[in-house]
């Protein structure tokens, strides 16, 4: 196919060839930012949180009035044996925070030889009997709390001499940053003003509020809290959750009356509702990628009828001199190649240009080079089914009806 | 003349529909999805105290130990007890105030009366003066009935339509866990958006239920919401404590001019040399007073997402603006000989530039009208989706006017090129036959 013909043609129409080649340049630079921002997006929603959070429902519980309030921890004990008992629940526990709650407390641990000097502030999960069993998280190393070492968080926050915490569960990421290396079973660690030793480490536990992969630091403590102070937590059989969660507000409304129930979902709910704004960002940037593309092959289809309706002599001239059907709408089809070709080439300067500035201003990581061929694949592949039906009608001129004169 | 013009113009899309109504549909969406992202753009990024915000100023100070000092380093962002305190002892500014939020568990009157949970503020007297907070009913408390611990409260709108049908509920009375408190103020029409008083307790929020008095909240002890962090070698078993080494409160104050913001800003720093010399202080002061939008700023609190979603728009605006130049392009050429005839009875340049000028015009007007429907649409999505507050979005109508006379003029701009084109054609060569 020569190519020449094509330019010469090209360049008598300049103005209205450089407009394509803008709009595919524009269009796929703003494109392959768009698809690489909603990977990026999805990728941060489907982050696991170490929980089996498809069998998991949690309740929040206040108490209303006083003698409730001082009664507290002994109904967080009642609560518990009933919601333990309850058909289709596997485990619960009560604990202070979860990961995609939004809040989250965190306290400073140290190392030898000085346990007071805080080394990271890792976020604190109080955990009760069970937290272990009840969300699932993975041990890699040492075991889980053994019933003697649970205490009431009440006695190591509050009381005047604070009750020591006899052990703690480190989460990957903070025992390799108090003991580089690896090696954390077994030593201790400084926290609440005294020493504590690390008997297990989990493999994945995420802060609450985590998005960001620079703070991952999580420890879990066997200090149980009251209701009130946190959630209970219930695993329960897989596909019950919703009929679950109902028997267990009844059921703590029955064995605690006159408490407000604060909330009460499936853990699920709790991841959606925090990257609710990730999800709708990804669904707005596809909805823009998508419409791009169909404006984009819609001035394509525009300009190509014009082209072709003022180059009827042109068409005409060469069937007549024995071009097939074929080779007109290859002319056409190569034209098309030619100005998407040059726009994929000017808009991948525009394309590292914008991502330039996405990594400046919306800390984005820098483009991956796989994403431009499969942009420039997708954009010649819409311009040539763009040009297609010009292209054929072009093609479909009879010679004769051409060179009769217009 | 433009009556002939816009006839013309008007027979000329006619015969064209298709591409009539795709260069329409292609700039409508464009401008609805500007117009969209640019409204919820300007309600996130926007001044929550509009004619005030810039006399009213966030003060931090640095009680930290001296472990992880650098000159510079950003402080906490609130105070603890004991400064916010002498602070509002001192008195130094015009107005100022010390707060946290709270959550309560409320009775209404009623022998069977259901509780339920209300987010509350616990703050001083010249809150609702220094940010101007508009009351339906009633007053807010004085500074003698924050001395006194009183046990009054003030109430949103919303929570006294739950409480007493939206009736004027001073001197009656409401139980927060075993307190009976008298309502003696109702909050007007009153949404700061963003919360900018309150960053923990969230960015976008709705106005907290209950107001009532730091000193009553502290004497009761009544709960709290918000962040705390406590520093300090020793682990502190109270955190509301008079010596705790804990932040949890925000202190604001009103600053009329520049001079007195820094005299107020010296004093902070006297004050904080004072704490060092007394022992409670360990680094060199390093105080901030910062205006409620450069703190806002500071803080980043508009998402970056809303800024992303604004250029997004904005890029696919031009790719159909680019569009529409190409189309317009391809219609105008098409009609050569049309123009040619016009041209060879006497038409100017000038009237053939003038026609397609006012055609590129009525395809903007168009396209803007559809788009401004889109806006609507687009907003009304938004709106739908719980999690935003409905009064953020309300129809900017300056903002969206002005977005379609821009976008009439950039489609001018658009139709400048085919214009001068079809402006070009030889009379000549088009009435040779083809």
């Given amino acids: ?406 | 003349m433009l009556a002939y013009h816009l006839d013309l113009a008007l027979r000329s899309l006619k015969r064209s529909p298709a591409l009539t109504v795709l260069m329409v549909l292609a700039i409508a969406m464009g401008i609805g999805a500007s117009m969209t992202t640019l409204t919820i753009y300007t309600a996130l990024a926007g001044d929550p105290l509009p004619q005030r915000s810039a006399r009213v100023f966030h003060v931090q100070v640095d009680p930290r130990p001296m472990e992880d000092y650098a000159p510079g380093v950003e402080p906490e962002s609130q105070l603890t007890r004991f400064d916010a305190e002498a602070l509002l002892r001192d008195a130094r500014g015009q107005r100022q105030a010390m707060m946290t939020g709270g959550r309560l568990v409320l009775t209404p009157e009623g022998a069977d009366a259901t509780p339920f949970v209300s987010d509350s503020r616990y703050t001083s007297a010249d809150f609702f003066p220094m940010f101007e907070v508009p009351l339906r009913f009633g007053r807010s408390w004085t500074a003698a009935e924050d001395t006194g611990r009183e046990r009054v409260v003030v109430i949103s709108s919303t929570l006294n339509q739950r409480l007493f049908g939206g009736a004027n509920p001073v001197d009656r009375s409401v139980r927060i866990n075993e307190t009976q408190f008298r309502v003696i103020g109702v909050i007007g029409d009153w949404q700061p958006t963003p919360y900018f008083f309150d960053l923990n307790v969230g960015r976008y929020r709705e106005l907290e239920g209950v107001f009532l008095p730091f000193s009553t909240a502290l004497e009761l002890k009544l709960g709290r919401s918000g962040s705390t962090t406590c520093f300090g070698d020793v682990a502190t078993s109270d955190a509301t404590a008079l010596g705790a080494p804990c932040v949890w409160i925000q202190y604001w104050v009103q600053l009329d001019d520049a001079a007195k913001a820094r005299e107020y800003r010296d004093y902070l720093d006297r004050y904080a040399e004072q704490q060092r010399a007394a022992g409670r202080f360990a680094r060199p002061p390093n105080a901030r007073l910062r205006p409620v939008m450069a703190w806002l700023d500071q803080q980043r609190v508009v998402p970056a997402d809303a800024q992303l979603q604004v250029w997004l728009a904005l890029g696919f605006l031009l790719v159909c603006l680019v569009n529409t130049v190409g189309l317009l392009l391809a219609k105008c050429l098409r009609r050569a000989p049309e123009i040619g005839v016009r041209r060879a009875l006497g038409a100017s340049k000038r009237a053939i530039f003038a026609q397609f000028l006012v055609e590129a015009g009525l395809i903007g007007l168009l396209g803007g009208l559809l788009g401004l429907v889109f806006a609507g649409i687009g907003l009304w999505l938004v709106r739908s989706d719980t999690q935003s507050l409905p009064q953020m979005l309300s129809v900017d109508w300056p903002m969206l006017l002005a977005g379609f006379g821009l976008e009439l003029v950039a489609t001018l701009v658009a139709g400048l090129l085919p214009a001068w084109r079809a402006c070009q054609v030889t009379p000549a060569l088009q009435l040779k036959s083809q």
């Avoid at chain 1, 805080?118 to 998280?137: N, Q």
């Fill in chain 1, 1 to 406: 196919m020569h190519i020449r013909p094509i330019l010469s043609t090209l360049l008598r129409h300049k103005i209205a060839a450089a407009l394509i080649v803008l709009e595919i340049a524009i269009t796929f630079a703003i494109i392959c930012n768009a698809v690489f921002l909603v990977a990026n997006r999805l990728e941060r929603a489907a982050k696991p949180s170490g929980l089996v959070e498809s069998e998991l429902v949690r309740i929040q519980m206040t108490s209303v009035g006083a003698s409730a309030r001082q009664n507290e921890r002994a109904q967080t004990q009642v609560d518990l044996a009933a919601l333990r008992e309850l058909g289709g629940v596997k485990h619960a526990t009560v604990t202070n925070q979860m990961p995609f709650g939004n809040s989250s407390t965190n306290s400073s641990v140290g190392v030898a030889p000085d346990f007071g000097r805080g080394v990271v502030g890792p976020s604190a999960y109080y955990a009760g009997e069970d937290f272990i069993a009840t969300t699932g998280v993975r041990l890699i190393a040492g075991r889980d709390f053994t019933p003697a070492e649970y205490v009431n968080a009440t006695d190591v926050l509050e009381r005047e001499p604070a009750t020591a915490v006899p052990a703690i569960i480190l989460n990957r990421q903070t025992a390799e940053r108090l003991f580089p290396g690896g090696q954390a079973l077994g030593k201790s660690v400084g926290i609440y003003d005294s020493q504590t030793v690390v008997v297990g480490i989990v493999d994945e536990l995420i802060p609450p509020n985590s998005v960001r992969s620079s703070m991952p630091f999580a420890m879990i403590l066997p200090m149980r809290v009251t209701h009130g102070r946190g959630e209970y937590l219930l695993r329960v059989e897989p596909g019950r959750q919703d009929e679950v969660l109902k028997a267990a507000v009844a059921t703590l409304n029955r064995v605690g009356p006159g408490r407000l129930v604060r909330a009460q979902q499936r853990y699920e709910a709790l991841r959606d509702r925090f990257f609710k704004q990730d999800m709708n960002m990804a669904i707005l940037l596809g909805a823009v990628c998508a419409a791009l593309l169909v404006v984009t092959a819609l001035g394509i289809v525009g300009l190509a009828s014009f082209w072709v309706q003022q180059r009827t002599r042109m068409i005409g001239t060469r069937r007549a001199l024995g071009a097939t059907r074929g080779q007109i709408m290859r002319y056409f089809q190569t034209e098309n190649l030619l100005l998407t070709g040059i726009g994929i080439v000017l808009g991948v300067g525009g394309a590292y240009a914008i991502n330039q500035l996405l990594m400046t201003h919306y800390e984005l990581a820098r483009l991956p080079m796989a994403y431009l061929p499969v942009g420039a694949l997708l954009l010649v592949a819409l311009g040539q089914i763009a040009v297609f039906g010009p292209a054929r009608r072009a093609a479909a001129l009879p010679p004769v009806v051409v060179m009769r004169g217009a």
